[in-house]
């Protein structure tokens, strides 16, 4: 099973990015996707999970500004990403909760003017 990200890019502060995630063929069950952000020179850190039922959790530093969603009863995950800033950039993982974990290959997303 792979994730395969799509959305990112270059946008500037207060702009706003989607980014999707889909697991790259169907698979038994719904899983748990989260969304992680690496920004450059750290390490990954955890941003938001949606569960299969639809219940979500943030990280402190984007609630309020990003919004995770889900295709109901399907492993597709959009973060919907507003009032972006600067220590938004960086490289946006995809996890899903199948088998022991499953990370996507990542998406740039880069906040300049």
């Known amino acids: 099973v792979q994730l395969v990200e799509s959305g990112g890019g270059l946008a500037r502060p207060g702009g706003t990015l989607r980014l999707s995630c889909r697991v790259s063929?169907?698979?038994?069950?719904?899983?748990?996707m989260a969304w992680y952000h690496q920004a450059p020179g750290k390490e990954r850190e955890f941003i938001a999970r949606?569960?299969?039922?639809?219940?979500?959790d943030y990280a402190d530093s984007v609630k309020g500004r990003f919004t995770i969603s889900r295709e109901k009863d399907q492993n597709i995950a959009h973060l919907q990403m507003n009032s972006l800033e600067r220590e938004d950039t960086g490289v946006y993982y995809c996890w899903m909760n199948h088998m022991e974990g499953v990370w996507g290959q990542g998406t740039q997303v880069t906040v300049s003017s």
């Open positions: 949606i569960n299969g039922g639809g219940i979500t």
């Open positions: 063929y169907t698979i038994f069950g719904v899983y748990t």
